[in-house]
């Protein structure tokens, strides 16, 4: 008896271990999380808006909730675009809250890290 128990534990510890070693979504519970592929899937979508200067698609990336609590989000993104001089070539998610920037004469090119 205190075998099957043992051994009804050691299944049951494995079937753990494989549930949320594998990121899996069991019973509509969230193991692990893709936050960090949802965000930099969202930052692709605004790079992409703001390369082509689209108000239109750039505020569809918004909550509605986000928009009402903006502080004149057309006139302020009307801003950005105008900042934003050249072409956007890449971008990266920093890993600190350091934000270096730099200009390079030939192309305009603005890197931030």
């Known amino acids: 008896?205190?075998?099957r128990i043992v051994i009804l534990l050691?299944?049951?510890i494995a079937l753990l271990v494989v549930l949320f070693?594998?990121?899996?979504?069991f019973s509509n519970i969230r193991?692990?999380?893709n936050d960090g592929q949802k965000a930099d899937d969202r930052m692709?979508?605004?790079?992409e808006a703001i390369k082509n200067q689209n108000k239109e698609d750039l505020k569809k990336?918004?909550?509605k909730q986000a928009l009402s609590e903006a502080n004149d989000f057309d006139e302020n993104t009307d801003y950005l675009f105008d900042f934003?001089?050249?072409e956007i070539i890449s971008w990266e998610?920093?890993?600190g809250a350091t934000v270096v920037s730099g200009k390079e004469s030939e192309n305009n090119r603005i890197e931030m890290f």
């Open 10 to 12: 050691l299944i049951f």
């Open 31 to 33: 193991v692990f999380s």
């Open 1 to 3: 008896m205190l075998k």
């Open 93 to 95: 998610k920093a890993d």
């Open 21 to 25: 070693s594998n990121s899996c979504v």
């Open 84 to 86: 934003i001089q050249g």
């Open 44 to 47: 692709k979508q605004i790079v």
């Open 61 to 63: 990336l918004f909550s």
